[in-house]
């Protein structure tokens, strides 16, 4: 029996940019995700994959959540080290998985080569909660804009959430320009998130977006013929008092 799965809720919680690697001394986005768990302390495993399993950014997780009182682990594909033998267990008896940033292609080549990616979205029915930044949101969704590798660029991603995504969505960005560029060539409408943004998906609906600094937004992105409709999302900033875990509704779209 697999212990330690709190909901039935399939939760996906996608970072545009943020975190314990991005936001140094500011853990609202960490600490969103982690009251979600309703936990007392809560099992973690970081998926570094990403970053080629970085020596560097796992120190840096395991500094940032053994500060949270959780009980921590790291799964390591690109090395040989010791770590869990039953890999679908270990993941299965998460409170929250969080998935690093770093190059989407990769993450999602070693995933398959490894079978990461069909456990992972049996965690996700099974209520295990889901969130990364940068390429750990592009992986959920059905379709994503990489700038990784160079010049913005399509790709497949898992296809847990329906949707586009594209992270670091700062005005006059290349990614942004790529993105409407791409939705006019036929991507699937979807969200973006600008750095300090989170986008909280309970099932396939967007439930809210929270943010760890006043100015980040998370955006809707549709076409109208050749025309892109970007509309922004009314945001919850975690700063300010009263800001909880959200419940599962939509949230309301308003324009930009």
Request: net charge neutral.
């Given at each position: 029996?697999?212990?330690?799965?709190?909901?039935?809720?399939?939760?996906?919680?996608?970072?545009?940019?943020?975190?314990?690697?991005?936001?140094?001394?500011?853990?609202?986005?960490?600490?969103?995700?982690?009251?979600?768990?309703?936990?007392?302390?809560?099992?973690?495993?970081?998926?570094?994959?990403?970053?080629?399993?970085?020596?560097?950014?796992?120190?840096?997780?395991?500094?940032?959540?053994?500060?949270?009182?959780?009980?921590?682990?790291?799964?390591?594909?690109?090395?040989?080290?010791?770590?869990?033998?039953?890999?679908?267990?270990?993941?299965?008896?998460?409170?929250?998985?969080?998935?690093?940033?770093?190059?989407?292609?990769?993450?999602?080549?070693?995933?398959?080569?490894?079978?990461?990616?069909?456990?992972?979205?049996?965690?996700?029915?099974?209520?295990?909660?889901?969130?990364?930044?940068?390429?750990?949101?592009?992986?959920?969704?059905?379709?994503?804009?990489?700038?990784?590798?160079?010049?913005?660029?399509?790709?497949?991603?898992?296809?847990?959430?329906?949707?586009?995504?594209?992270?670091?969505?700062?005005?006059?960005?290349?990614?942004?320009?790529?993105?409407?560029?791409?939705?006019?060539?036929?991507?699937?409408?979807?969200?973006?998130?600008?750095?300090?943004?989170?986008?909280?998906?309970?099932?396939?609906?967007?439930?809210?977006?929270?943010?760890?600094?006043?100015?980040?937004?998370?955006?809707?992105l549709d076409v109208s013929g050749q025309r892109v409709v970007e509309m922004r999302i009314a945001t919850n900033y975690l700063g300010e008092r009263g800001v909880v875990p959200a419940p599962p509704t939509p949230e309301a779209l308003s324009p930009a």
């Open positions: 029996t697999i212990e330690y799965v709190k909901t039935a809720n399939r939760q996906i919680v996608a970072f545009g940019g943020g975190g314990f690697s991005m936001e140094s001394g500011n853990p609202l986005l960490d600490d969103y995700v982690l009251g979600l768990t309703d936990a007392e302390r809560p099992r973690v495993c970081f998926l570094p994959s990403a970053s080629g399993d970085a020596d560097h950014y796992i120190v840096r997780f395991y500094r940032a959540f053994s500060a949270h009182r959780c009980e921590a682990s790291h799964i390591s594909l690109f090395r040989r080290e010791q770590g869990p033998s039953d890999i679908r267990r270990h993941l299965l008896s998460q409170d929250l998985i969080y998935v690093g940033g770093g190059s989407v292609v990769s993450l999602l080549g070693v995933w398959k080569a490894h079978g990461i990616d069909e456990i992972l979205r049996e965690c996700w029915e099974a209520g295990v909660i889901l969130c990364g930044l940068s390429a750990g949101s592009l992986c959920w969704f059905a379709e994503a804009v990489t700038g990784f590798h160079g010049a913005p660029k399509r790709l497949e991603g898992l296809g847990l959430l329906p949707f586009s995504n594209c992270v670091h969505y700062e005005r006059k960005s290349d990614r942004r320009e790529s993105y409407h560029r791409f939705l006019r060539e036929g991507m699937r409408p979807g969200y973006a998130a600008e750095d300090g943004a989170a986008l909280h998906f309970i099932g396939e609906e967007l439930s809210r977006v929270v943010a760890s600094r006043p100015e980040a937004r998370g955006y809707r």
